[in-house]
């Protein structure tokens, strides 16, 4: 009988420990408190006081990492009491998971720091700082070099062993964020990798990168020359001769060199982005039949985009045919991709993102393919493609939707084009072109023009209601970091002198395609609040890869004509103080000093960057 109790007892106490334990009242936890990797973790959420409160569906998103992000997985959740419940396996190389939770295209992440789950302590502390400095903006994790490295120097002071693992990361950080103190700071650390006498390729790599930043070119080539001769297709060999091929100004001598590197590194992701380059520096000396033949010989070898270029470049030219051939040959590659993917799944998408990222791609690449054959007078079939552009890109990018409402009426579809336009423009997933062909196809459906100035209204009206509840759900109010720079002209510009004013504040840089081709945009929302002295917006210059950054920056203003006024963050101080992960960047500041809204990156849609910028800064100044 007694040992039937404590038969009992040891199972009570098993169940305590491994079932989901939880206060109705908490808003995350999981167990058991103790994971073993591969093994099974129960999680808990409760939305009230969330963004997701109120909603009755949500999902779990898993992200799993090592020394690096892993996988992602979805997981749908159950109704528990308050809250919600999920079971999932968690992977079995994992140190930790960071979880985030959605529904109904709202999102809750921990206040931009996501939810931790540890498996193995402490290198899921250094697995989170990683996140912390570089893949957590996949969740929308605020990039935070400053708490990233004080999580690796503590987990190193715990346990030298793992700094072999996370080196490369340490030395991504130091260098942003202890420019100054950087020599110092690797160089003790590399003196613990030294004297763990570990000759492994990850190793070597890692010391001849640290010993390069550390400045101690001696060290660095000892280490070089143990590394290329243990292994002589490393990584590192790999990288330096990618970039000693990229410097080459002849472009049949680039082409070479890229072709003998894919002999010689036939793994190395380069290889693509080696060819990309070469192929456009063909196009660009006249030489582009020469990178064509390369392309059709074999498309797959090159980065896809550089199919993009030169169908362009060949619609440009007017070689219709040519263009055609390209697109046909991306359609197809993209077609193939959808239904039967080479590569396996990428770490950072579930397994439905992934097949909608493909499904985009299939998208636009019938799009390309649609301008070709209108191009090409090959209206119905273009009308086909298009499409099926709209429908894979979801009716969402105004540049895919105005060609197909274009081919629409191309093809005497009146009446479909009407309402497609009518349904594009009241989504506000439109441009300025739309108007013109919402025209015609009224006139034609109506016979005149009665009422259209009217519908026009009406649907602008409903765009700009729409955008506006849309950035109503995006608002935030966290204080934004003060800040004081000098702009091109030598003059100070501090933060706490413009209290009061709503600031726009654009991080940027020259080298960044989206910053650039958000500047139209972005000029038209200046010019707009150009008389408006509660107003203010900054470009602010980071993350520059030249000498001379000042100059830099100065010279593409003027040569664009832009009227920004840009401030220099030539330390790339305040673009880490705001946390930014990626840019470009804009943040809207109220009148009270605390960030209203945050919008990474550009979606393309030009006359929609003004429109956009407006709403939010008559949002900001009003709450």
């Known amino acids: 009988m007694q040992n039937l109790f404590r038969l009992i007892s040891l199972t009570l106490v098993l169940a305590l420990l491994y079932s989901c334990s939880h206060s109705n009242d908490e808003t995350f936890s999981y167990s058991p408190s103790s994971i ?15 963004d997701l ?40 190389d994992a140190d930790g998971i960071i979880v985030k939770f959605t529904g109904e295209e709202k999102s809750d992440n921990n206040n931009n720091e996501g939810y931790l789950i540890k498996i193995n302590n402490p290198e899921a502390d250094a697995g989170y700082a990683v996140a912390l400095s570089s ?51 690797l160089t003790e650390k590399l003196a613990i990798l030294e004297g763990q006498n570990d000759e492994s390729e990850e190793i070597l790599s890692s010391l001849v990168n640290g010993f390069e930043q550390a400045g101690n070119d001696a060290k660095a080539d000892e280490y070089s020359k143990v590394l290329n001769e243990k292994y002589p297709q490393n990584s590192v060999k790999a990288n330096s001769e990618y970039r000693e091929i990229n410097l080459l100004k002849d472009p049949d001598e680039k082409l070479a060199a890229a072709m003998e590197f894919a002999k010689k590194y036939p793994e190395s992701d380069l290889t693509a982005v080696l060819f990309y380059y070469s192929l456009e520096d063909l196009r660009k000396a006249g030489k582009a039949n020469k990178g064509l033949a390369v392309i059709k010989a074999d498309p797959s070898v090159p980065h896809p985009a550089i199919l993009s270029r030169y169908l362009n470049y060949y619609i440009d030219q007017k070689d ?129 023009e009665d009422g259209l100035e009217s519908l026009i209204s009406k649907l602008e009206e409903q765009a700009l209601a729409g955008m506006f509840a849309e950035l109503k759900e995006k608002m935030i109010n966290e204080p934004a970091p ?136 008559k949002l900001a100044s009003e709450s």
């Open 36 to 50: 073993s990797p591969g093994g099974e973790v129960t999680v808990y959420f409760n939305a009230d006081s969330t």
């Open 320 to 448: 219709y045919d040519t263009a055609l051939e390209l697109a046909q040959i991306k359609a197809e590659m993209s077609m193939k991709e959808l239904e039967n993917p080479e590569g396996d799944r990428p770490e950072n998408l579930t397994a439905k993102e992934w097949k909608e990222s493909r499904e985009s791609d299939l998208g636009y690449s019938l799009f390309s393919l649609a301008q070709a054959q209108s191009k090409s007078e090959m209206n119905a079939e273009a009308l086909v493609s298009a499409e099926k552009a709209v429908n894979l890109t979801k009716n969402e990018d105004a540049e895919v939707n105005s060609l197909y409402a274009e081919l629409l009426i191309e093809n005497s579809k009146y009446e479909e084009g009407l309402e497609s336009l009518k349904g594009f423009i009241a989504a506000g997933h439109s441009n300025n072109s739309m108007k013109d062909l919402l025209k015609t196809a009224y006139n034609k459906v109506n016979g005149n």
């Open 135 to 185: 893949w957590g903006r996949v969740l929308d994790m605020d990039n935070n070099r400053e708490k990233a490295l004080e999580l690796l120097d503590d987990t190193f002071t715990k346990s030298t062993d793992i700094l072999k693992d996370y080196f490369d990361s340490y030395i991504g950080i130091v260098s942003r964020i202890r420019s100054e103190a950087k020599d110092s700071i």
């Open 482 to 617: 003060e800040f004081e720079l000098t702009d091109i002209d030598g003059n100070t510009v501090a933060s706490a002198d413009l209290k009061g004013k709503t600031i726009v504040v654009d991080f940027w840089a020259t080298w960044c395609g989206p910053c650039r081709n958000s500047f139209p945009g972005m000029k038209q929302a200046v010019e707009k609040f150009a008389d408006n002295e509660n107003v203010e917006f900054l470009f602010v210059n980071s993350w520059e890869r030249v000498d001379n950054k000042l100059e830099n920056a100065a010279n593409f203003i003027k040569e664009n004509n832009y009227p920004f006024h840009v401030l220099m963050d030539t330390e790339n101080t305040v673009i880490t103080s705001f946390k930014v992960s990626g840019i470009p960047t804009k943040f809207v500041i109220g009148p009270d000093g605390n960030i209203r809204f945050k919008a990474i990156g550009f979606d393309g849609n030009t006359d929609k960057v003004a429109d956009e910028v407006s709403a939010m800064i």
């Open 53 to 92: 409160e109120g909603i009755d569906s949500l999902q779990l998103v898993a992200y799993s990492f090592g020394n690096n992000l892993l996988s992602t997985e979805a997981y749908d959740m159950t109704k528990d009491g308050k809250g919600f419940t999920c079971t999932f396996k968690s992977d079995e």
